[in-house]
Nanobody, 115 residues
Framework: QVQFVESGGGLVQPGGSLRLSCVAS????????MAWYRQAPGKQRELVAT???????NYAESVNGRFTISRDDAKNTADLQMMSLKPEDTAVYYC?????????WGQGTQVTVSS
C-alpha cells in the first residue's frame, strides 16, 4: 500500500521558517493530489494545503500567504515551506492524499513554535 514519510520538523522561534518534506512510495505519484495535514494537541487533524497533479494549490485560511506547498514528481516528494511561523502552528504535520487514505498515515513530523 502507499506509504508516506515526513521529515523536517523541529523547534523554531515565532517568526521563523521551516521546510517539511514528504516522500511517497508505492504509488504513481504524478497523478495524485497531495496534501499536508496537521494535528495540534487536543484537536482534530486538519487540512493545511493541497497540490493537484497540475500543481494547482489550495491553503487553509490560517496559513494562506505564509505556507507554500510544492511537488517534485521525479522524486515523489511534496514539500511544505512554512514562513512567519506562529505558536498556533505547533502540531504534528502529516502528508497524505486528498482525500486521505486512512491506512497510509505516517508517523508525522513535530513542529514546535516557541520562544
Amino acid at each position: 500500500q502507499v506509504q508516506f514519510v515526513e521529515s523536517g520538523g523541529g523547534l523554531v522561534q515565532p517568526g521563523g521558517s521551516l521546510r517539511l518534506s514528504c516522500v511517497a512510495s508505492r504509488i504513481i505519484f504524478r497523478f495524485i493530489t497531495m496534501a499536508w495535514y496537521r494535528q495540534a494537541p487536543g484537536k482534530q487533524r486538519e487540512l493545511v494545503a493541497t497540490i493537484t497533479s497540475m500543481s494547482t494549490t489550495n491553503y487553509a485560511e490560517s496559513v494562506n500567504g505564509r505556507f507554500t506547498i510544492s511537488r517534485d514528481d521525479a522524486k515523489n516528494t511534496a514539500d511544505l515551506q512554512m514562513m512567519s511561523l506562529k505558536p498556533e502552528d505547533t502540531a504534528v504535520y502529516y502528508c497524505n492524499l486528498d482525500p486521505p487514505r486512512e491506512s497510509s498515515w505516517g508517523q508525522g513530523t513535530q513542529v514546535t513554535v516557541s520562544s
